[in-house]
């Protein structure tokens, strides 16, 4: 009774050549839709005219976010489901591209590891809905732990014979953003300019800043507040918010670049499209570091080619080495929850 469903006039049509790339729009899902990131990201994914049709899903309210956003007058058609009848298969089906931010989001004293418990257990199922429903779209994630959340649906997706790791990658572009930012704010650059890779994970002593690589100098004091700053920025968010929820407007924002630079690799086939994500990686193979965060080149099947790290200062080198044994155990949290259930 309650999959609801609306249609907007203009839909672009949906075409694929024989490489892979769209050529006409694509279907875009979001899973978690209604959520406090879910709600302002469908709002900017409405504005992305590479998208034909945006598909809004969550366990509820969704009917009256598609309804609202459905009336902006761009030319994507809409549609909103909640789970009876089907709600999440039709929501899936046909997706080109599927983003999560589905989840319990932090209150302060709370690390993104303390969400684990709730938050595996909603991407474990959704991951086995798009594994059944839309086995070839490139799945993205927002929800945390982003350590083991990419873990989680990669597990998922081997149990299902459909792992492709070029098309699973978690949004880390709210550390980007953060740091791009706090970095102006100290230089009094134009923060739009600042480019500042954010390499390792996405909690706290994982997020490693290559602030050696801004061009900028710094003292070391600057250094080890920034460093800091970006790390833990999440955190400034939460004890404002006090209680209510953690960052939704930016990284919303974020996210929604985050999509925009993937569509501009899968539609428009651009070359040079660099993002930082969390993505199965074999930087650290040595250490048996499964996933890391570092410049990925984006392309019409996701991830197109992981970076080096390039070079580090003897900081940065630090902040490594205290990064990837925390990040280790967050990876195997996450496998082994899915090798463990059902
Ligand atoms: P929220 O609680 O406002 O929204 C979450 C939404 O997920 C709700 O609408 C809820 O109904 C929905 N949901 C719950 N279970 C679901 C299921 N099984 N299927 C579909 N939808 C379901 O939370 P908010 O603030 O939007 O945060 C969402 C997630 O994003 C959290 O895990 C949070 O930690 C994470 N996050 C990630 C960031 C990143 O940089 N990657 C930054 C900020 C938050």
């Known amino acids: 009774m309650f999959a609801f469903k609306l249609v907007n006039v203009g839909v672009a049509k949906r075409t694929f050549s024989s490489s892979a790339t769209v050529a006409n729009g694509v279907k875009v899902a979001v899973l978690g839709a209604a959520g406090g990131i879910g709600q302002p990201l469908s709002l900017l994914l409405k504005h992305n005219k590479s998208i034909s049709h945006l598909s809004l899903y969550d366990i509820v309210n969704t009917p009256g976010v598609a309804a609202d956003i459905s009336h902006i007058n761009t030319a994507s058609k809409v549609t909103g489901y909640v789970r009876e009848n089907d709600g999440l298969k039709l929501a899936l089906t046909d997706s080109d591209v ?19 418990n709730t938050n595996a257990g909603i991407v474990k199922e959704l991951a086995v809905a798009a594994a059944e429903f839309a086995p070839k779209a490139i799945m993205t994630v927002i929800s945390n732990p982003v350590n083991s959340t990419v873990p989680i649906i990669s597990e ?3 149990k299902y014979n459909i792992y492709d790791p070029r098309r699973i990658l978690g949004i880390t572009t709210l550390d980007v953003v953060r740091a791009s930012r706090f970095v102006s704010e100290l230089k009094g650059t134009d923060p739009s300019n600042e480019k500042v890779t954010v390499v390792g994970g996405h909690s706290g002593v994982t997020i490693i800043p290559l602030l050696s690589q801004t061009g900028h100098t710094f003292t070391d004091e600057e250094l080890k507040t920034l460093t800091h700053r970006i790390q833990f920025g999440g955190d400034e968010v939460v004890k404002a918010k006090a209680g209510t929820g953690s960052a939704t407007l930016s990284m919303a924002y974020a996210a929604s670049c985050f999509v925009d630079s993937l569509l501009r690799a899968m539609v428009k086939g651009e070359k040079g499209i660099i993002e930082p994500s969390y993505v199965k990686s074999n930087l650290f193979n040595s250490d048996n570091i499964e996933y890391f965060a570092s410049n990925v080149e984006l392309s019409a099947e996701g991830v197109g080619k992981v970076h080096p790290l390039g070079k580090l ?30």
């Open 156 to 158: 998922v997706y081997k």
């Open 98 to 116: 599927i983003v999560i931010p589905a989840g319990v989001p932090r209150k302060p004293g709370m690390t993104r590891d303390d969400l684990f």
């Open 313 to 342: 200062s003897a900081y940065e080198k630090d902040l490594l080495a205290a990064a990837l044994p925390e990040l280790k155990k967050n990876i195997a949290k996450g496998a082994e929850f899915v090798a463990n259930s059902k």
